[in-house]
């Protein structure tokens, strides 16, 4: 979704008149189940964290509606900044594991063919 400077919205906070911070809908736009089963999954994790799901509004749409409640006084937003970047140090870990293996397998190659 684009403002009226030309920015770009990846994502919009949700929350209903007169309830606390802890129960929020976050709009995820241009995602799919991709990131959205990922997150929730992460999400989960955390054992203040009392639901966690989401769902896409409308197959021809690209955007998720991915909404936390949490227990007590935490406010929802702190479970889904967590569960972003451990969802980022996963994938980091995941493209380091790879470039190694692909550096030691072209390196055996090499040394193979001389």
Known sequence: MRTSKGLYILTEKV????TDGNCVTFVLHDEDHTLGNSLRYMVMKNPDVEFCGYCITHPS???INF???TRGALPAVEPFRKGLNDLMGVCQHVLNTF???MKEYRAQREEEMQ
């Open 61 to 63: 749409e690209s955007k």
């Open 15 to 18: 929350q209903a008149d007169g």
């Open 99 to 101: 470039e190694k293996s």
């Open 67 to 69: 909404r936390i409640q």
